[in-house]
C-alpha cells in the first residue's frame, strides 16, 4: 500500500521555522523525484520545491526562494521541507507529491499538514 505521511506543521510565528517531514513507503522512493505544494484558502494548488530522485538537483517557487530548502534522505524514504523566515502568506496547507521518473508518469500524493503563521 502506498503511503506518504506528512508531519511537521503548525503554528509559527513570522519569522520563525518549520521543518515539514515526509514519510514514504510501499514504492521504490529512490525512484521518484519529490516535491511539495502548498494551497491556501481560495487559492490554487502551488508547486514549492522539488528534487530529483538522487537528490542532486532542486527548484523552487520564487516566493519561497532563499527561506525554503528541500532535501532527501533515500535511507530513510523521506523528504524535507525546511522553512526558514516564514510569512503570513506561508500560510497553507503543504503536500507532499512524489513523481516518477521512468514513464508512464505515477504521482502520490499525501493527505497534507497544515502550516499556519501568525503572531
Known amino acids: 500500500q502506498v503511503q506518504l505521511v506528512e508531519s511537521g506543521g503548525g503554528l509559527a510565528q513570522p519569522g520563525g521555522s518549520l521543518r515539514l517531514s515526509c514519510v514514504a513507503s510501499g514504492f521504490s522512493f529512490s525512484s521518484y523525484g519529490m516535491r511539495w505544494h502548498r494551497q491556501a484558502p481560495g487559492k490554487e494548488r502551488e508547486l514549492v520545491a522539488a528534487?530529483?530522485?538522487?537528490?542532486?538537483?532542486?527548484s523552487y517557487a520564487d516566493s519561497v526562494k532563499g527561506r525554503f530548502t528541500i532535501s532527501r534522505d533515500n535511507a530513510k524514504n523521506t523528504v524535507y521541507l525546511q522553512m526558514n523566515s516564514v510569512k503570513p502568506e506561508d500560510t497553507a496547507v503543504y503536500y507532499c507529491?512524489?513523481?516518477?521518473?521512468?514513464?508512464?508518469?505515477?504521482?502520490?500524493w499525501g493527505q497534507g499538514t497544515q502550516v499556519t503563521v501568525s503572531s
Open positions: 507529491n512524489a513523481v516518477s521518473v521512468r514513464r508512464p508518469t505515477i504521482n502520490y
Open positions: 528534487i530529483s530522485s538522487a537528490g542532486g538537483s532542486t
